[in-house]
């Protein structure tokens, strides 16, 4: 009897002891998964116009705002007042991409714009600062927007020339790089 009591015991204690073991390990099945969304495009409309400027005997500036209202200080002005030459506009874009999704704008702080005379001689750059953008799901400017239901939106860009005083006559341009990003 003090055998078959052994023998119990020791199988009791083996079958323990596999009890034990499955409770301390376990195993699950997980799901991986993944939304693709469609990628986000940026793509210009219009560029932004300062228009035609004069530049007087002192340094000045003309900034073309979002919204189009644009304004000349110090030694700036439009040469022909009343009249459309070189109507100065916001810069354009189009943005697209998933439906309903916020995205953020992200602008340089300045661009130099290039110039060249009508004989097509370098010029020295003039600075372009102060670029900010709208999107058209905005109420105001600032640097996020919303896609509609279409996955749809705009944005406008404005900015502000600085001219040196007697700048010299010429075409300038800069390129003004424009980024979006999903938020």
Request: aromatic residues 6%; proline residues 7%.
């Amino acid at each position: 009897m003090g055998v078959l009591q052994f023998l119990l015991s020791a199988a009791g204690a083996v079958s323990f002891m596999h009890a034990a073991d499955a409770q301390t390990s376990s195993v699950a099945t997980g799901t991986s998964s993944a939304d693709v969304v469609q990628p986000l495009m940026v793509t210009k409309v219009g560029d932004l116009q300062f228009g035609a400027v004069v530049s007087g005997e002192r340094e000045g500036a003309v900034t073309v705002n979002w919204d189009g209202q644009t304004s000349y200080r110090g030694g700036t002005q439009m040469p022909c007042p009343g009249a459309p030459c070189g109507k100065p506009s916001p810069a354009l874009f189009t943005i697209r991409g998933a439906p309903g999704a916020s995205y953020s704008i992200e602008l340089p702080s300045y661009v130099l714009a290039i110039g060249r005379s009508p004989a097509g001689v370098a010029l020295p750059p003039l600075l372009a600062t102060g670029l900010i953008a709208k999107a058209e799901s905005r109420s105001g400017a600032g640097n996020s927007g919303q896609l509609d239901e279409q996955g749809y939106d705009r944005i406008q860009i404005g900015g502000t020339l600085i001219l040196p005083a007697r700048a010299a006559a010429g075409t300038y341009s800069a390129d003004i790089l424009v980024a979006v990003s999903y938020l």
